[in-house]
């Protein structure tokens, strides 16, 4: 059974500039999370999928935008950056909306916009 | 406006020592309280979690203690190892709403040999 992983594990990209990340969700999982944690903060929700729909939304603006694909795989798609998006960006799928179901985190992707 | 938040940033313990954590949490509506530990570049591994209609709950060295009227609650590890030494996250949910975890900022855990 593997676990989550998310690819790339860094990248460094300028101002203004688009990304997207991506991430494998773990066997059996149907619902990927994504999160943001600046340097010495906690993570903060980003927003959730479950079967392919948008299920929750934190405080982002609508540039931070996301997919996910048929076999549960998800993207976070971030335009126009901003140099304070820089922070390690990390995902977790559970086989359920709700966090009793237990989230696996995958290790993250650092993010640095200059 | 921090609706969990842990107060102490480190936390230094010799090995075979209790490690107390603390967290405490502004939003009544919270139900549901998890503990995860995160080593450097890894994602953060769940620890342990406990629900609002109880108000302890063990697993191995680790204990969680939840004192809803003081909207608080504790990780116990006994004995410290080592191999703990990591940061800690408490995370709190609304099980009824958005599913979602809020996470505190995190208490960085030095279990000295």
């Known amino acids: 059974e593997t676990g989550v992983t998310q690819s790339p594990t860094h990248l460094i990209k300028t101002r203004g500039q688009q990304v997207t990340l991506r991430c494998s969700s773990q066997s059996g999982h149907n619902t990927v999370s994504w999160y943001q944690q600046a340097l010495g903060q906690g993570p903060q929700f980003i927003f959730q999928?479950?079967?392919?729909?948008?299920?929750g939304r934190g405080n982002f603006p609508p540039r931070f935008s996301g997919l996910q694909f048929p076999n549960y795989s998800s993207e976070l798609n971030v335009n126009a950056l901003e140099l304070d998006d820089s922070a390690l960006y990390l995902c977790?799928?559970?086989?359920?909306?709700?966090?009793?179901?237990?989230?696996?985190f995958g290790s993250g992707t650092r993010l640095t916009v200059v | 406006d921090q609706q969990v938040k842990q107060n102490s940033p480190s936390l230094s313990v010799q090995e075979g020592r209790i490690s107390i954590l603390n967290c405490d949490y502004t939003n009544s509506m919270f139900d549901y309280f998890l503990w995860y530990k995160k080593y450097p570049a890894e994602g953060p591994t769940f620890l342990i979690s406990?629900?609002?209609?109880?108000d302890k709950n063990e697993d191995g060295r680790f204990t969680v203690f939840l004192n809803k009227s003081a909207k608080h609650l504790s990780l116990h590890i006994v004995p410290s190892q080592p191999g703990d030494s990591a940061v800690y996250f408490c995370?709190?949910?609304?099980?009824?709403?958005?599913?979602?975890?809020?996470f505190g900022k995190g208490t960085m855990l030095l279990v000295s040999p």
């Open positions: 995370a709190a949910s609304e099980l009824g709403g958005y599913s979602t975890l809020t």
């Open positions: 406990i629900s609002s209609i109880k």
């Open positions: 999928y479950y079967r392919e729909e948008e299920n």
């Open positions: 977790a799928s559970s086989p359920g909306q709700k966090p009793n179901y237990g989230y696996t």
